[in-house]
């Protein structure tokens, strides 16, 4: 896909964004980096991400002229369990970047939008698009998830309006988007949970502080993106109306 600033969802070109988008590196950093006085346009030292770029400007990192990246790319992968949601481990664990590693997208700087934890399963959205993953795990957006959840033991009715009430962690209250027991099984182990918190170990969180253990944890879709049709460790390039739907839920904030 041919991305411009208008399929990004802004108009204008900021400074952030640009250096974000050179593959330099993730939103995040990019900020730091201007904010701490090492980015330059045109020669002259910018500090602030917002500054709006010119066509003719040119921006530089410690004397590298940096330059966007022509083409974005938008993958899902099915995350087996097991692997680690980091460019590298110290320790030569695998990682979710080793699945890409004899693929076309092999030397991008890419990034992995959120992160699961090393058993948890499924859906995970892979781009070289920085300032797209940046937003798109920021709280403002409150991107849903949607996770498939089996339990060590049944869960019963009053503990699912229990959870859909909210739960009172350690480092805040948090509440689900919608939470439903699997129907037809011989017991009610098995529920889905939908959510928009980004917060680490959310779910397996919310049913230990119920009293439950979490045998077996797997994303379903983030946001719009399903993970229908992957087998584990499978992964695909988003299509055109998948974009532009990942695309359209990060246009405005809440």
């Known amino acids: 896909m041919k991305a411009t600033a208008e399929s990004s969802g802004a108009s204008k070109n900021i400074l952030v964004k640009y250096v974000a988008h050179s593959g330099l590196c993730s939103r995040r950093k990019a900020e730091a980096l201007i904010k701490n006085g090492e980015i330059s346009v045109n020669n002259?030292?910018?500090?602030?991400?917002?500054?709006?770029?010119?066509p003719k400007d040119v921006v530089r990192y410690d004397k590298k002229i940096l330059q966007q990246e022509k083409e974005f790319f938008y993958l899902i992968i099915n995350k087996p369990a097991g692997m680690l949601c980091t460019a590298s481990d110290p320790e030569g664990r695998p990682t979710i970047f080793d699945l890409l590693s004899h693929s076309r997208f092999k030397g991008l700087r890419l990034y992995n939008?959120?992160?699961?934890?090393r058993n948890t399963t499924g859906a995970?959205?892979?781009?070289?698009?920085?300032?797209?993953?940046?937003?798109?795990t920021h709280p403002s957006f409150e991107v849903r998830k949607t996770y498939a959840v089996t339990l060590h033991k049944p869960l019963s009715e009053e503990k699912v309006e229990q959870i859909k009430r909210g739960v009172q962690l350690e480092d805040g209250f948090v509440r689900v988007d919608n939470i439903e027991l699997v129907r037809g099984r011989s017991s009610s182990q098995s529920v889905f949970v939908t959510?928009?918190?980004g917060k680490n170990r959310i779910i397996r969180r919310i049913?230990?502080?119920?009293?439950?253990?979490?045998?077996?944890?797997?994303?379903?879709?983030?946001?719009p993106i399903s993970k229908k049709g992957l087998a584990k460790g499978e992964f695909r390039l988003l299509n055109q109306k998948e974009i532009a739907a990942l695309l359209n839920t990060t246009l405005h904030k809440k």
Do not use: C, K, W
């Not at 910018?46 to 709006?52: A, C, F, K, N």
């Not at 939008?113 to 934890?117: E, F, N, P, S, T």
């Not at 995970?124 to 798109?136: F, K, S």
């Open 207 to 223: 049913f230990e502080q119920m009293g439950y253990y979490v045998e077996h944890l797997e994303r379903i879709s983030f946001g």
């Open 44 to 54: 002259f030292v910018v500090t602030s991400p917002g500054y709006e770029l010119q």
């Open 195 to 197: 959510l928009h918190s």
């Open 113 to 117: 939008v959120g992160r699961l934890d």
């Open 124 to 136: 995970l959205i892979i781009t070289n698009d920085g300032d797209l993953a940046q937003r798109m």
